[in-house]
């Protein structure tokens, strides 16, 4: 049974930082690209960051830029994303994604996306 499991969420003031982690297991995710999408109430489901399953290629959202960093670790199957200056504007629901074809370049749109988990809640107070 295929799962992503995502963990790190929490309460942060504006200006800190949290690390999200990702399990993925039930198969192997070493070829997939591994992403992070987040959903605010009230708003659409927006790319955050995605890694191609080679680790070297990565893409961020416009928003995000110069502050989250994705990383992967292979041989765990995990995927993570630091967050640092967090913003009020970040808080949402964060859902950790794997595109399982195997791709040169990173697709950003959420239906690429076969697996996804369950989410951690971010909220970050003003």
């Known amino acids: 049974q295929v799962e992503l499991v995502e963990s790190g969420g929490g309460l942060v003031q504006a200006g800190g930082s949290l690390r999200l982690s990702c399990a993925a297991s039930g198969r192997s995710f070493g070829s997939d690209t591994l992403g992070w999408f987040r959903r605010a109430p009230g708003k659409d489901r927006e790319f955050v960051a995605a890694m191609l399953g080679s680790g070297g290629s990565t893409a961020y959202g416009d928003s995000v830029k110069g502050r989250f960093t994705i990383s992967r670790d292979n041989v765990k199957n995990m995927v993570y994303l630091q967050m640092n200056t967090l913003k009020p504007e970040d808080t949402a629901t964060y859902y950790c994604?794997?595109?399982?074809?195997?791709?040169?370049?990173?697709?950003?749109?959420?239906?690429?996306?076969?697996?996804w988990g369950q989410g951690t809640q971010v909220t970050v107070s003003s």
């Open positions: 994604a794997a595109d399982p074809y195997v791709r040169r370049t990173i697709v950003t749109g959420a239906s690429a996306y076969v697996y």
